[in-house]
């Protein structure tokens, strides 16, 4: 059960990291989006 636990803390850790990522592509995407409308 330890190996189990540990993968799943370690699937969990990387999901949470490819969603920040994800969510930080699309907050600079946005942004350059917003000034391209705006010049």
């Known amino acids: 059960w330890l ?4 993968a799943d803390l370690g699937c969990g ?3 949470e ?3 920040s990522l ?3 592509v ?3 995407v946005e942004s350059e989006l917003e ?5």
């Open 3 to 6: 190996v189990d636990g540990g």
């Open 13 to 15: 850790e990387m999901t």
């Open 17 to 19: 990291l490819k969603e």
């Open 22 to 24: 994800l969510y930080s």
């Open 26 to 28: 699309f907050l600079e």
């Open 35 to 39: 000034e391209i409308r705006y010049n």
